[in-house]
């Protein structure tokens, strides 16, 4: 079995030896790193957003520790 890492790194490689066995793998492998490429991005904006949410929870948490409900509530 190939793993998308092994996949991405030999491309040329693996569709060439796919043909070896009269398999035409070009266009599925483009797919696949296409699907890849979205789904790493994806991830990417995930962690950001994680990333985001995770400051924001910190600076509210910090704002009620020091008192201040209305400013906390105003965080954005």
Known sequence: MLTIATIR????????????KNFNAEELVKDILDIDSERR??????????????????????LFGQGKQEEAGKTK
């Open 41 to 62: 991005e994806a991830k990417q904006k995930s962690d950001n957003l994680q990333a985001e949410m995770n400051s924001l929870s910190k600076e509210i948490g910090k």
């Open 9 to 20: 790194d030999n491309e040329k490689l693996i569709i060439e030896r796919l043909k070896i």
